[in-house]
């Protein structure tokens, strides 16, 4: 992987050096990462026009979650005294010559670019964007078998929590124990807080666990991700407890499957963003649903949940091949419930099989 962090390094690099910036200070810790292997607490990276280092406040502690860094970096821990690397790396900047220095404004505090400007005032600070977030668009294959392995550890996750004795359980500890089987099965961890909805809660995006307990007859909606060497992949699927589903939960469930499954079949390589959520929601929407609708259909995931692009009604941009994105539309009634249905795809051309899914738990409405 040594090579690939240096030909990303590379490509910001001359994107840097083109509109007159010789040096680059990356901060963002999933940039950071992106572009080193590694992300140490606080660590941030220097691309100059001689030599990249990261810069640490303290030394790696080997944790999985920081990642490895690559080693053709120059590994600079700093002593405590020395503060923040950020500043740290604006000093070395100036020391090493470069006039222009781009910097992650979206990301640092407005206290942290005045100290940025205080210890060097002749170095200018030019904003390098989301210059970082667009080029992890796009993943190559190595990032992709990432995605799939975590895919494969939450869907065993799931499985495993469907095949026990779920009645009288609460939200709370299903979600606990989804998060332990994450890591049984080799994830760094959970790749977001795990969700677990029944009853009136179900159907909810981003419901926070609860001690409700499960009941027979509930919806049992759960959206859960495993992040495994940084990359984050979801998993959200709906199933009724101990009985034969009711008609209106079947006819909800069927309506969500056909929005969702609508929207798959949308993700292909220049298709425009606000398509892809046009599909979903307009099944949705025909059927008198369309107030209560989450603001987005899916979006991109990878070194972090929430990635661009995001599938929204007034998303910019289309698709390419090699993209990974989720597609998770959902219906809640109040005070009776309601279905999620979440995968994680990548973008594939028509030729290679069309969208690949990668997460595979069955999404047909089981009794439990």
Known sequence: MSEVYGVRRDRLRDRCAATGSAGVLVSRPANVRYLAGGAPAGAVLLIGPGEDILLCPGAPTGDPAEGRADDRLRLTVLPTSAGDAAVAAAELARTAGVESLAVEEHHLTVARHRALGSVAPRLRLADLGLAVEQQRIVKDEEEIACLRIAAEIADQALGELLESILVGRTERHLALELERRLVDHGADGAAFPTSVATGPNSGRGGHRPTD?????????????????????????????IGTTPADWQIELYDLVFAAQRAARESLSPGAAYRDVDRAARQILDSAGHGEGLAALTGHGVGLEIDEDPQLAPAAMGKLDACVPVTVEPGVHLPGRGGVRIDDTLVVRQEADGGPELLTITTKELLAL
């Open 212 to 240: 409700r307990r499960v009941e027979e007859g509930d919806f049992l909606s759960v959206c859960v991700g495993a992040n495994y060497r940084g990359y984050r992949c979801e998993i959200g699927r709906t199933f009724v």
